[in-house]
């Protein structure tokens, strides 16, 4: 998982599992072996509530929406890049924290540190990715 610099915990559990896959995906740019992660009324909230990439803040809902959100943030990066720093499994979930570094066409990246959580189902397949950061705070990060 060359994109994915885990410091945290590595002791197996569902949900940390499909968070490792989810992130190590997207670091290659694996767009179809990361929707398959995915459950089919599966959501995706990143950041939580309102932004650019979602202006009702209401999360991106089932698997063709999923798949839109990628086109719109993850297809716009050159890369990203995840330092997780710590990771806390319970019951179905897992929240990690870190930050999420993407590095754009233009050759600048920006961080977004903040606590990303993972639930899943009973299969492992994910049901709701919800990532809490700050866009200006990532903004203030440009370089």
Not at 51 to 71: L, M, Q, V, Y
Not at 94 to 102: D, H, K, M
Request: glycine letters at 8%; a negative charge; aromatic letters at 10%.
């Amino acid at each position: 998982m060359s994109g994915v610099h885990w410091k945290a915990t590595r002791a197996s559990h569902p949900a940390r599992d499909a968070a490792l896959a989810s992130m190590d995906a997207v670091s290659r740019g694996a767009k179809d072996e990361w929707l398959s992660l995915f459950a089919d009324d599966a959501v995706v909230e990143d950041p939580v509530g309102p932004s650019a990439f979602d202006p009702d803040g209401k999360g991106h809902h089932g698997r063709e929406a999923i798949a839109a959100f990628w086109e719109t943030a993850i297809a716009q990066a050159e890369r990203i890049e995840f330092t997780i720093e710590d990771s806390f499994a319970c019951g179905n979930e897992v929240a990690n924290t870190g930050t999420i570094t993407t590095h754009l066409p233009d050759g600048s990246a920006m961080d977004a540190e903040g606590v990303f959580t993972y639930r899943v189902d009973d299969q492992g397949r994910v049901t709701a990715l919800r990532a809490f950061w700050e866009f200006d705070r990532a903004v203030a990060t440009l370089r």
